[in-house]
């Protein structure tokens, strides 16, 4: 599986959305999260999202601003990211698990969780 993500510039208080297409095999088959990293600082977990798109869970930094969603027709997951700060300016990844089910929020947290994952896209947030 090959995980392709778009980013882009926008202003605080503006809107983005990523998207993260899977190639190779079906998304269908895969829980999907995003994860960021920032300059100077640890690659951190923003969102995860089931197979089913039933079940989502989010960091608390973003809880409220971000939305995941998926489109497994399109083999496709978005991030609708509102309310950008200049503190979520960093590279977001996707990241794809083998499985349907997330079992719980600490378990996608970690980025062992995962078995593919995105080249990463600049988020840049200007103040």
């Given at each position: 599986?090959?995980?392709?993500?778009?980013?882009?510039?926008?202003?605080?208080?503006?809107?983005?959305?990523?998207?993260?297409?899977?190639?190779?095999?079906?998304?269908?088959?895969?829980?999907?999260?995003?994860?960021?990293?920032?300059?100077?600082?640890?690659?951190?977990?923003?969102?995860?999202?089931?197979?089913?798109?039933?079940?989502?869970?989010?960091?608390?930094?973003?809880?409220?601003?971000?939305?995941?969603?998926?489109?497994?027709?399109?083999?496709?997951v978005y991030l609708q990211m509102n309310?950008?700060?200049?503190?979520?300016?960093?590279?977001?990844?996707?990241?794809a698990h083998r499985g349907r089910v997330?079992?719980?929020?600490?378990?996608?947290?970690?980025?062992?969780?995962?078995?593919?994952?995105?080249?990463?896209?600049?988020?840049?947030?200007?103040?």
């Amino acid at each position: 599986v090959q995980l392709q993500a778009s980013g882009g510039l926008v202003q605080a208080g503006g809107s983005l959305r990523l998207s993260c297409l899977a190639s190779g095999r079906p998304s269908s088959d895969h829980v999907t999260g995003w994860f960021r990293q920032a300059p100077g600082k640890e690659r951190e977990f923003v969102a995860v999202i089931s197979w089913s798109g039933s079940t989502t869970y989010y960091a608390d930094s973003v809880k409220g601003r971000f939305t995941i969603s998926r489109d497994n027709a399109k083999n496709t997951v978005y991030l609708q990211m509102n309310s950008l700060k200049p503190e979520d300016t960093a590279v977001y990844y996707c990241a794809a698990h083998r499985g349907r089910v997330v079992t719980s929020k600490m378990i996608a947290s970690s980025q062992n969780y995962y078995d593919y994952w995105g080249q990463g896209t600049l988020v840049t947030v200007s103040s």
